[in-house]
């Protein structure tokens, strides 16, 4: 007799498939869904303009899990698990949290709010949530949790705090305007409380578009009226609702890479782990797609230094992966970039739209973001058509008037300027994905830049950096 789906582990997705990457590219789930917030509020074209020349808000209440973790051992557990370092970190402060597999492979990351003594709040895509939770059930840490799920599922359930960020080079002026006075002089990542229409809110100094900005959370049931005060005071400063279509791509100017695959589905050591998780979780209902494939699962699996997280990875601490991550630091890496797409050849790619039957097309790129999988890997080729690299996040930015995309390419095609080229579109007219059209693959020139791309974000970083 079959095991019923509800009890079903992703262990048993894993016995019970001849390959987890065929399971996983044939997934039916398509594209990343970002729930409740309309798509635009004006159209998407100025709502990103709006980060760079004025001032924007965005509504980050829906579509990431909150994980709380509270009690005595909650450092202690979040420290082992981290590769970040743990040392000078207090309540009042946030970091972006990664964690790895034992071989070293990245599982996920999240913002991590040291709200108060011994209570943490981890926000994020759910991959490093599951890890953490499972953690803190099986390793005899004396900590409860509270988890809050992002609203695929019901979209219309309250979730536990409102989550805005407004960001843009009026957001200072702005957020002063709504507080009565000057803004608290806190650090990057650190935290402080203002007000906002009577409302006592919490300020984390978050910039994404190159100057200061904030992220500002409470409880849910405030965040109604907090939101229509910021857009009231918002308007003399030009202010921008951002929808969801925009939303997702400012990660394309400030570089991160929002996507990876967690590396949990081979390794009898993540054996447990797997049959912990549900065959409803991320790991199990989440797609692959583009251009790279590969049989072996294993060739998806990312290092932090891919993933720009070199800087913030530190042997000052005992955590799951050190041991596999001391000896790859030995190794070389390929090295996060932006590429900056061939305006030429993305045209030919939607003019297929109209020049060629179904079926002859060019795969559909959707702007402004243009993710068809949860986890998106394109082939990166050399002139000589050889593999040395991987396109993952992928949109186009209005600000600088191009497609990007963010990758990670072998150092000695890492340098700006270099020409690769991107391979857009599955092989075999395509995946099975409901996302997925038949269609033909196309050659995409591309030029090599720099993480992050915009150089108003590039700068700020550099300051913050030297604060």
């Not at 009690?71 to 207090?90: H, V, Y």
């Not at 990166?380 to 991987?390: C, K, S």
């Not at 600088?400 to 020409?419: D, I, N, R």
Request: aromatic residues 12%; negative net charge; hydrophobic residues 35%.
């Amino acid at each position: 007799m079959s095991t019923p789906a509800a009890k079903r582990s992703l262990q048993s997705i894993v016995d019970s498939v001849t390959n987890i990457t065929e399971y996983l590219y044939n997934n039916v789930t398509g594209a990343r869904v970002y729930p409740v917030v309309p798509p635009e509020f004006s159209n998407w074209r100025d709502e990103q303009h709006a980060w760079r020349e004025t001032v924007c808000l965005f509504d980050l209440s829906y579509h990431m899990t909150d994980l709380y973790i509270y009690g005595p051992d909650a450092f202690k557990l979040l420290s082992q698990l981290a590769i970040n370092s743990f040392k000078g970190f207090e309540p009042g402060r946030a970091k972006q949290l990664v964690v790895c597999t034992p071989a070293g492979y990245v599982i996920g990351d999240g913002i991590l709010f040291y709200l108060d003594k011994e209570a943490f709040q981890l926000v994020g895509r759910p991959s490093a949530h599951n890890w953490v939770q499972y953690h803190a059930e099986t390793g005899g840490y004396n900590v409860t949790l509270e988890r809050d799920e992002w609203s695929v599922a019901d979209p219309h359930r309250p979730r536990k705090v409102y989550r805005y960020q407004v960001q843009g080079p009026n957001a200072k002026a702005l957020l002063e305007k709504l507080n009565g006075g000057p803004l608290p002089d806190v650090k990057f990542f650190h935290m402080a409380w203002i007000t906002i229409g009577g409302h006592r809110v919490r300020m984390l100094h978050h910039g994404m578009s190159g100057v200061a900005g904030a992220e500002l959370f409470g409880p849910f049931e405030e965040g109604p009226a907090v939101k229509a005060a910021i857009l009231e005071a918002g308007q003399e400063f030009g202010i921008r609702h951002v929808g969801s279509r925009a939303y997702a791509t400012n990660t394309l100017e400030s570089g991160w890479i929002p996507s990876p695959l967690p590396a949990v589905y081979t390794g009898e050591e993540l054996r447990a782990y797997r049959e912990w998780l549900p065959a409803t979780s991320y790991e199990a209902v989440g797609s692959l797609g583009g251009s790279f494939y590969s049989p072996n699962i294993e060739d998806y699996y990312l290092t932090p230094w891919e993933l720009g997280y070199g800087s913030i990875l530190k042997f000052d601490h005992d955590f799951i992966g050190r041991a596999a991550l001391e000896e790859k630091a030995k190794e070389p890496h390929r090295k996060k970039v932006t590429l900056a797409w061939n305006g030429e050849d993305v045209a030919r790619a939607f003019a297929t739209l109209v020049t060629e039957p179904k079926g002859q097309r060019a795969k559909y790129i959707d702007l402004p973001l243009s993710q068809y999988a949860t986890w998106m890997y394109d082939k990166v080729l050399n002139r000589q058509g050889e593999l040395v690299g991987i396109s993952t996040f992928c949109g186009y930015s209005s600000n600088e008037g191009k497609m990007l995309s963010l990758a990670m390419l072998q150092e000695e095609y890492a340098e700006p300027g270099t020409e690769v080229t991107l391979v857009w579109g599955e092989e075999g007219g395509g995946s099975r994905k409901p996302s997925v059209e038949r269609h033909v693959q196309v050659e995409i020139r591309a030029t090599v830049g720099p993480v992050p791309y915009s150089e108003a974000a590039r700068q700020y970083r550099a300051t913050v950096a030297r604060r």
